[in-house]
């Protein structure tokens, strides 16, 4: 291999060892190395292959996405009182984790490690030092792709805050390891150790880093936020919460404004910041006309293509086939995109906007939210999964997902909801509901919501051409509906008159305000009555 990426000697190594991870007898050990020598590494493993363009393809096997169900937190006396646990966030002993993090340390010995140390965080002071260490070049990519690198001088004393290791050709053995399957996601939060095995799909490390940060930003004052945000001419700051799925990274690289950053954010009393140095888009089905400045990635050196198919003579990708996965990721440094904020850091917001794909086509396509509908939106985490998107859903199903985000949330939701409230409350930001999934019926009947209908509507709302506009609220969920909007037709903002059997979609919006009422009885006792009402207007 040093023939290969060169003697560790000339890459930029901290004097912080391996062996404080557990690793004492490492093979060669290859230290923040660029993209040109992670990609040699990975074709000569056979781990990847060079596409037309300059994009690396790899396969993650059998786990395309996250596995949810693999995912523990160390149960310790430091941190257990405020992690909410249950079926997000679930328990593993101090005895597991302990035997785990050993075996995981004796994998990683005598195996050739690529070691990336960078920051999570913008804003120097808030951010955390986490370091990689893997036995895969492609995820070492990943993470310098994903994070933001420090300078050269700082890398010398880097001590990081954070560890992750990273060892995805390790399987855990469920009846030893007490894991569900060979797959493992341990975090202790008190030591900020990370332990990864059994799944090559990358998005496990961007996303345990996001959940440290989510459990360590709040008692700094700071919400972490599940979304994308971006800057417009005159300094205005838009976020964009939102699910996998429904619009969060399309919306938010908009020529018209600059990118602040894709998924990841913290809301400080001086403005918003970038926990990340990169994005991790969704391409199924990416079009050149609909997302240019996304597609240009995915023909473009640097760029990590997770399970898109390509032609294996052209070697030319296929971005509209899903037969490997309907995950298909594109991971890029965050520059590739045109006009982004090279600080990572913005002002205060004035707009927040949540999105949501309804697959039932009942939600209006943008409507405002008071502050008490935003807190329960926010709470409510509302999205749809349509049918064929997993096995054995033949119909639109509705996703709630607290904060946008559930997953990633170690501590209560009430905790970052009611950050939210306040910082809106501080700022007097205005909060907007924005459907990018169906309407004039649901999925199979109705149609996906224009996506320059959607981007003509957040304009407006987000540059203040809707202000003077009347409302008209939703007879089903009270919603602040706009009478009219700059380049979108009127009837296309009542989902009402979209439909052409009005009965059914009234049967169908009552439907989807009970599944709402029922999902958010969990919070009753921890929110004031008037975020409760918020959810059960009824004209």
């Not at 997302?291 to 030319?316: H, K, Q, S």
């Not at 349509?386 to 939701?413: D, K, L, N, W």
């Not at 919501?449 to 203040?464: D, F, H, K, P, V």
Request: charged residues 20%; proline residues 6%.
């Amino acid at each position: 291999m040093e023939e290969i990426l060169g003697t560790e000697k000339l890459s930029t190594r901290s004097a912080f060892g391996l062996g404080t991870h557990g690793i004492v007898n490492s093979g060669p050990q290859y230290w923040n190395l660029g993209a040109e020598a992670l990609y040699e590494a990975t074709v000569r493993q056979g781990l990847g292959v060079v596409t037309k363009g300059g994009a690396l393809a790899c396969e993650t096997g059998k786990y395309t996405g996250r596995s949810p169900n693999d995912k523990f937190i160390l149960e310790e006396p430091n941190t257990k009182d405020s992690i909410w646990w249950g079926k997000v966030n679930k328990p593993v002993d101090q005895d597991r984790f302990d035997r785990l993090h050993a075996m995981t340390a004796v994998y990683l010995q005598n195996r050739d490690l690529y070691v990336q140390d960078l920051y999570a965080g913008a804003d120097p002071a808030h951010r955390i030092k986490v370091r990689v260490v893997s036995e895969s070049p492609w995820h070492a990519l990943f993470a310098r792709n994903m994070f933001i690198r420090p300078s050269v001088e700082d890398l010398a004393d880097f001590v990081p805050d954070a560890t992750i290791l990273h060892a995805p050709y390790m399987n855990a053995v469920p009846e030893r390891d007490g894991t569900n399957s060979e797959c493992f996601v341990f975090c202790d939060l008190n030591q900020r150790l990370v332990l990864i095995g059994g799944t090559q799909y990358a998005g496990e490390i961007k996303k345990s880093v996001f959940s440290l940060m989510n459990y360590i930003l709040p008692e700094k004052g700071v919400l972490p936020m599940h979304c994308s945000a971006n800057i417009g001419a005159n300094g205005d700051v838009a976020v964009f919460f939102g699910l996998s799925g429904t619009g969060k990274t399309t919306l938010s690289a908009d020529g018209s404004r600059t990118l602040i950053g894709d998924d990841e954010h913290g809301w400080s009393d001086n403005g918003v910041f970038n926990f990340e140095g990169g994005c991790y888009a969704k391409v199924i089905n990416l079009s050149q006309e609909a997302e240019p400045e996304i597609f240009a990635t995915t023909r473009r050196f640097g760029t990590i293509l997770e399970n898109v198919v390509y032609d294996p003579y052209t070697r030319e990708v296929d971005l509209f086939d899903g037969s490997l996965a309907e995950n298909t990721r594109a991971s890029y440094p965050i520059d590739f995109i045109p006009n982004v904020e090279p600080t990572g850091m913005g002002g205060l917001p004035q707009n927040i906007v949540m999105l949501t794909a309804d697959a039932f086509g009942v939600l209006p396509p943008i409507s405002e939210l008071t502050p008490e509908q935003a807190m329960y939106h926010f709470l409510s985490g509302y999205t749809a999964r349509v049918a064929g998107t997993e096995r054995g859903v033949t119909e639109p199903q509705a996703t709630f997902s607290t904060c946008f985000g559930a997953p990633f949330m170690p501590r209560h939701p009430t905790v970052y909801a009611k950050m939210l409230g306040e910082k809106m409350a501080k700022t007097g930001a205005r909060c907007w509901l924005v459907n990018t999934g169906w309407s004039g019926g649901q999925y199979g009947v109705g149609k996906r919501m224009s996506i320059q209908y959607t981007r003509a509507m957040l304009r407006a709302a987000i540059e203040g051409k809707l202000a003077s506009i009347g409302r008209v609220q939703d007879p089903n969920f009270g919603l602040l509906i706009p009478e009219n909007c700059p380049d979108v037709p009127s009837d296309v903002l009542q989902p009402k008159t979209t439909w052409s059997d009005g009965s059914a979609y009234d049967a169908t919006a009552h439907n989807l305000r009970g599944l709402f009422q029922s999902n958010f009885k969990q919070f009753e006792s921890e929110v004031s009555d008037d975020i409760k009402q918020a959810g059960i207007y009824a004209a």
